[in-house]
Every structure is written in structure tokens, then in C-alpha cells.
């Protein structure tokens, strides 16, 4: 049995901590709230704040994890580079953890060092420093934090006059005490992917069927599988999905995002760990879901292949108030629709737009995909997020 750290306990975590137990895991969820979704099923708790490195140093030597798995984005990742010295596993890896949790760090590793194919971009410290990475990018853009988490920051700049709101939408969104932002001219997309890519430690790179989404505010609204792509893309996509993994390093699951164009594909940007876009994958459409994929490859057991079992679609399902202690009407009118499920994460708190959990449908392979997300997209409808 090991001992695992799980940095971040919001939904995705929840699902992982269940795959891992079932495989007789020992788990502590750390999350900066108390009674947040992974911790309701996790063996103990710890609340702190993530971004001060001496209270997650005071952590790591009180429970001494043999594992340490990063869910969110605010956190001291460089602390991780002492704890791979100390002997414990980061999953993926240290290098990884810190690459990614920072837009700047992949983006220029992805594109200068590994030549991967990526929309223009500029970066910006200030106000002033935006005003001219918008004139060498061009407008119409995209502005993000560079870090910040499910879209929280993001804005499309159409006009000059947009620029001082996406300023400040951008500090007021991201993570942590980072103030740089990234400006990425827009790039002429048809569709856009997220590929699912698993690295092992003693075997092969595997890739999961791709999933199209839907985004609003820079949040995915509904996501599908498998998504319609051309051979010839998806093989360009896991050719640069399998080159920047490695680079990377380490095992786990990452959710790596790709654009599809008429001039081919574009490296957006990667997640080392599941990826909101793959709860699809709770609706059965794998032989294993992202989690138990993700829990195979942490703890070094085999994954000897990843098959497409149905096609699947997952839509969220929102709150629109602030409040605590949300009860959920319409389950029961919902949960009496065919080949579907409804799954509510546990969080205690609402705000508007906050993702409280999800609806799932599936059908047999080959279905109509588009029915299949209607049909999603109608039973989350039904469900409504209430306050007590």
C-alpha cells in the first residue's frame, strides 16, 4: 500500500482518490477549504494554502507520502524538485508539475524547444506591456493568465477598447501572485481536442480517443467522444502529444489540448493530470475512465491497452448564486432517462458558473454523437442547483 498526497481535492480528485482506493491506496487530500469533494473520501485531510511553501514542506514531513499527485495549479511547485531528492514520487514528475503549472514555462518549451506548431503569442507584465503584445499579435486574441485554472482570466480581445478589461479580467482570474499574462493571436480553428495521453513507467505511450468540447468563459460546458478528427490529424496530434509528454517526463495521465484548422494542428496546451473535458470517460466510453488510467500509471501497474467502448457525452451542470449548502431538485425526473447518469461532486459552497456536477449519456459506437450530447445537454437542464 501506498501512501499518496493529493494536492488539490475538487472533482477530478474525487474520482481519483475512488480509482485509487479501489486499488487499496492510502490517501490524504489537501485542499485550501475544508470538506471539499476528494476529502470525502479520502482517508484523512489537511487545509492550507498551497501557495506558501513552508506549510506544505510542514505536510510533507508530517504524513511522509510516498506519492505526491498535484490536481490544481496554485501550488508551490518548485518545492517538488526537494521532495523528488527526498525520495518521494511526483506525479508526473517534478520537472512536469512546474512546467505546466505555469503557462509561460510549456508554451516556450513547447514551441521553441520541441518546435511544436502554436498560435503567435506575446507576454505581458503590465498594462502597458499588454497594449503592445496585442499590436505584434494582432487582434482578434486570446488573453490568460499565466496561471489560473478552467478558464478563470480568460478573455478575447475584439477591439483596442477591449484591452484595459482584459487587463484586469486576467488579475482578477489568476492564481497565486503571478501578474504576467499571455497574449495568443486567434487562431482559425474548426474544432478543438483534447487527446487524452497516458505515459507508463515500464511501457508504452497510449492515447485515448479524442474528445471535442465546448467552451464558455474558458470553461468547458460539454465535451464528447469520440470527437471527429482525420487520420492524418490524429496522428499529427499524438505525434506532438507523445513528443512533449516525454520531454516532460514521468507517468501519468495528461490532458493535452489541440486545435483543428484547415492548415492543420495546433498545439494549445496541456494539463499533467486528468482533464475536466475526460468525465466523459465516466459514462463507460473506455474500458477505463481517466482516472483509473491515471491511477494505473501513478502506481506503476500495467495498462495493456485503452479501447473505445461507446460513444459518450458529458454536459456540466452549473450554480447560479452564491451560497452553501446546495441541494440539488430535478435528480429524480433525470436520473429516469435511458443510458445516462447524473454525478454531483459534494462541493459545500456555490458561486455563479461553478461547476456542481455533471450529466453523462452514452450510446453504442458509431451512434450519432450529436444526439448523444443533446441528450446530455438536456438532462443536465433538468437538474438545478439550489440553496436551503
Known amino acids: 500500500m501506498k501512501k499518496i498526497m493529493l494536492l488539490g481535492s475538487g472533482e477530478l480528485g474525487k474520482e481519483f482518490v475512488i480509482a485509487v482506493k479501489r486499488l487499496g491506496q492510502y490517501v490524504i487530500a489537501v485542499d485550501s477549504y475544508n470538506d471539499a469533494p476528494a476529502q470525502q473520501v479520502a482517508d484523512e485531510r489537511e487545509v492550507i494554502n498551497m501557495l506558501d511553501g513552508a506549510e506544505l514542506d510542514r505536510i510533507v514531513a508530517k504524513h511522509k507520502p510516498d506519492i505526491i499527485v498535484p490536481e490544481i495549479e496554485a ?10 531528492e527526498q525520495g518521494v514520487q511526483v506525479v508526473p514528475s517534478a520537472r512536469a508539475a512546474n512546467f505546466t503549472m505555469n503557462r509561460k514555462a510549456i508554451r516556450d518549451l513547447a514551441a521553441k524547444e520541441l518546435g511544436l506548431k502554436t498560435a503567435k503569442y506575446e507576454y505581458a507584465n503590465s498594462f502597458d506591456e499588454l497594449v503592445a503584445a496585442v499590436k505584434l499579435v494582432g487582434i482578434p486574441c486570446v488573453v490568460k493568465p499565466l496561471m489560473s485554472s478552467s478558464g478563470k482570466g480568460q478573455s478575447v480581445i475584439k477591439t483596442e477598447a477591449d484591452i ?21 493571436a486567434f487562431v482559425k480553428f474548426n474544432s478543438e481536442i483534447t487527446l487524452l495521453t497516458v505515459t507508463q513507467k515500464n511501457g508504452p505511450t497510449l492515447f485515448c480517443p479524442p474528445i471535442g468540447h465546448r467552451q464558455e ?37 495528461w490532458g493535452v489540448e489541440f486545435f483543428l484548422a484547415d492548415d492543420g494542428v495546433y498545439f494549445s496546451e496541456l494539463s499533467p493530470r486528468p482533464h475536466d473535458t475526460g468525465m466523459v470517460t465516466l459514462a463507460g466510453t473506455q474500458n477505463f475512465s481517466e482516472f483509473e488510467l491515471h491511477a494505473r500509471a501513478v502506481l506503476g501497474l500495467p495498462i495493456p491497452e485503452v479501447t473505445l467502448e461507446r460513444a459518450g457525452a458529458s454536459a456540466v451542470i452549473l450554480a447560479d448564486k452564491e451560497g452553501s449548502r446546495p441541494v440539488y431538485s430535478g435528480l429524480e425526473k433525470a436520473m429516469a432517462s435511458v443510458k445516462s447518469d447524473v454525478r454531483v461532486f459534494g462541493k459545500p459552497v456555490t458561486r455563479p458558473y461553478r461547476r456542481m456536477a455533471v450529466a453523462l449519456t452514452y450510446d453504442k459506437v458509431g451512434s450519432n454523437i450529436d444526439a448523444v450530447k443533446q441528450r446530455a445537454i438536456e438532462i443536465a437542464a433538468i437538474v438545478k442547483v439550489e440553496i436551503e
Not at 501550488?75 to 523528488?84: L, V
Not at 460546458?221 to 517526463?249: C, F, G, Y
Open 75 to 84: 501550488i508551490r511547485t518548485e518545492r517538488f524538485y526537494d521532495y523528488e
Open 217 to 253: 468563459r474558458g470553461d468547458y460546458q460539454e465535451s464528447w467522444q469520440p470527437a471527429e478528427i482525420n487520420t492524418e490529424h490524429l496522428k499529427e496530434a499524438q505525434l506532438m502529444a507523445e513528443k512533449v509528454t516525454r520531454a516532460l517526463t514521468g507517468a501519468g495521465i
Open 164 to 184: 484595459p478589461k482584459s487587463w484586469e479580467y486576467a488579475q482578477a482570474g489568476k492564481r497565486g501572485d503571478y501578474t504576467e499574462v499571455i497574449a495568443e
